[in-house]
T-cell receptor, first 111, second 118 residues
Framework: SQQGEEDPQALSIQEGENATMNCSYK?????LQWYRQNSGRGLVHLIL?????REKHSGRLRVTLDTSKKSSSLLITASRAADTASYFC???????????FGAGTRLFVKA | SAVISQKPSRDICQRGTSLTIQCQVD?????MFWYRQQPGQSLTLIAT?????????ESGFVIDKFPISRPNLTFSTLTVSNMSPEDSSIYLC???????????????FGSGTRLTVV
């Protein structure tokens, strides 16, 4: 399968702690995107990192990309109960727009 | 970014019937994408809908089961036909700016339709 794989599948932390989610993929990519999904609703685009970038920040989010290892990580710092959601990585293949979504990490932040 | 209105938000349907899901975008877009998300799973692309042409279906999805209409640049429908319990999923429409130029800078999704077939 060309689908990205994410780990952990589920993560439970206390409010204020950091949450780290990882994504691995198998083919060359143009960019990698992270999304959040609350309670089975529509996905919300969080951040995009291009294949020539190694790290990107957006507010409390930090994304890294290691193309040699074909992996990415999403770090949420100082987590809040409102961060409770499923997080998906999506890889966009080189040369096009075809996108493969990972299996997702379910994050639960306890207040 | 674009705003998508998706209807219905949820429905419970009898097996053998059909359901049509609508997506309205607040701006003109070349391509619209329809995804299925089975319970606890990731998203799987059903088809890509271009205005004025037949939708392009992914492997495992056929037009007779999932007919799509794209009458203009702001609207699309997906019909789930002759439903069975295995069709119980969340169905999502999405658009991606820049796709018409061969680049994907990120999807905007509708709020999803949660379908339960009994």
């Amino acid at each position: 399968s060309q689908q990205g794989e994410e780990d952990p599948q589920a993560l439970s932390i206390q409010e204020g702690e950091n949450a780290t989610m990882n994504c691995s993929y198998k083919t060359s990519i143009n960019n990698l995107q992270w999304y959040r999904q609350n309670s089975g609703r529509g996905l919300v685009h969080l951040i995009l990192i291009r294949s020539n970038e190694r790290e990107k920040h957006s507010g409390r989010l930090r994304v890294t990309l290691d193309t040699s290892k074909k992996s990415s990580s999403l770090l949420i710092t100082a987590s809040r109960a409102a961060d409770t959601a499923s997080y998906f990585c999506a890889t966009v293949f080189t040369g096009g727009f075809k996108t493969i979504f990972g299996a997702g990490t379910r994050l639960f932040v306890k207040a | 970014s674009a705003v998508i209105s998706q209807k219905p938000s949820r429905d419970i349907c009898q097996r053998g019937t059909s359901l049509t899901i609508q997506c309205q975008v607040d701006s003109q877009v070349t391509m619209m994408f329809w995804y299925r998300q089975q319970p606890g799973q990731s998203l799987t692309l059903i088809a890509t809908a271009n205005q004025g042409s037949e939708a392009t279906y992914e492997s495992g999805f056929v037009i007779d089961k999932f007919p799509i209409s794209r009458p203009n640049l702001t609207f699309s429908t997906l019909t789930v036909s002759n439903m069975s319990p295995e069709d119980s999923s969340i169905y999502l429409c999405s658009v991606a700016p820049g796709v018409s130029y061969g680049q994907n800078y990120g999807y905007t999704f509708g709020s999803g339709t949660r379908l339960t077939v009994v």
